[in-house]
Nanobody
Framework: QVQVVESGGDLVQPGGSLRLSCAAVGSITSLYAMGWYRQAPGRQRESIARLIRPGFINYADSVKGRFTISRGTAENTVYLHMNNLKEEDTAVYYC?????????????WGQGTQVTVSS
């Protein structure tokens, strides 16, 4: 069993910064990929940053230059560094652990952490 836990969401003013943390624990070795998604009210969940072994990174256009995904020192941990936050970044942010294409159950999700950008 795999458990994914996010933390770090908060209320922040426009232009501010936040760092989200994610850890995947349980019956896993090294993950194929880890990524951050977000879902705003009334909108579909979207991928915003993804880190794929051995070090490929993809960002959504909406966050390029403002958000950075990085690997933690502990195995199967990632961070999302968010700078110059905008009101349209307000959403529930989810972390996804991807075990890779060879596993029947491939994806695991965290419970989400709320990020609110407002003055």
């Amino acid at each position: 069993q795999v458990q994914v836990v996010e933390s770090g969401g908060d209320l922040v003013q426009p232009g501010g910064s936040l760092r989200l943390s994610c850890a995947a624990v349980g019956s896993i070795t090294s993950l194929y990929a880890m990524g951050w998604y977000r879902q705003a009210p009334g909108r579909q969940r979207e991928s915003i940053a993804r880190l794929i072994r051995p070090g490929f990174i993809n960002y959504a256009d909406s966050v390029k230059g403002r958000f950075t995904i990085s690997r933690g020192t502990a195995e199967n941990t990632v961070y999302l560094h968010m700078n110059n936050l905008k009101e349209e970044d307000t959403a529930v942010y989810y972390c996804q652990a991807d075990r890779g294409p060879n596993f029947g159950v491939r994806y695991y999700w965290g419970q989400g952490t709320q990020v609110t950008v407002s003055s």
